[in-house]
């Protein structure tokens, strides 16, 4: 069984650093993408970084663009985003989320998030003004 687990969120002023992260176990698939997405209250979700296992390319929103970075670390089966010079309206609940690729998938993950299968539980960034 797919289980993702989100961590690290929290409280933090403007300008200020978090580093989320997803553990991830039972993929039986080979070539995946995770993506983390964000809902704000009230909002749909928004797809904010996305990375391929099968050639490490990423994609990020145009919303954290320059602020925030993803990252795997697969001995640990962990994805991590970390985001930096947060804004109050980067506040939402993030969570972590994965599909398979198709064989030969190169190039920008795909970021449309009903294509992703599973999904972890939220954990709630505040960033206070």
């Known amino acids: 069984e797919v289980q993702l687990q989100a961590s690290g969120g929290g409280l933090v002023q403007a300008g200020g650093s978090l580093r989320l992260s997803c553990e991830k176990s039972g993929f039986t698939f080979d070539e995946y993408a995770i993506g983390w997405f964000r809902q704000a209250p009230g909002k749909e979700y928004e797809g904010v970084s996305f990375?391929?296992?099968?050639?490490?390319?990423?994609h990020y929103a145009d919303s954290i663009k320059g602020r925030f970075t993803t990252s795997t670390d697969n001995a640990k089966k962990m994805v991590y985003l970390q985001m930096n010079s947060l804004k109050p309206e980067d506040t939402a609940v993030y969570y972590c989320a994965a599909r398979s690729l198709p064989y030969g998938h190169y190039g920008t993950p795909p970021t449309s998030s009903s294509t992703y299968d599973h999904w972890g539980q939220g954990t709630l960034v505040t960033v206070s003004s």
């Open positions: 990375i391929s296992n099968i050639d490490g390319s990423t």
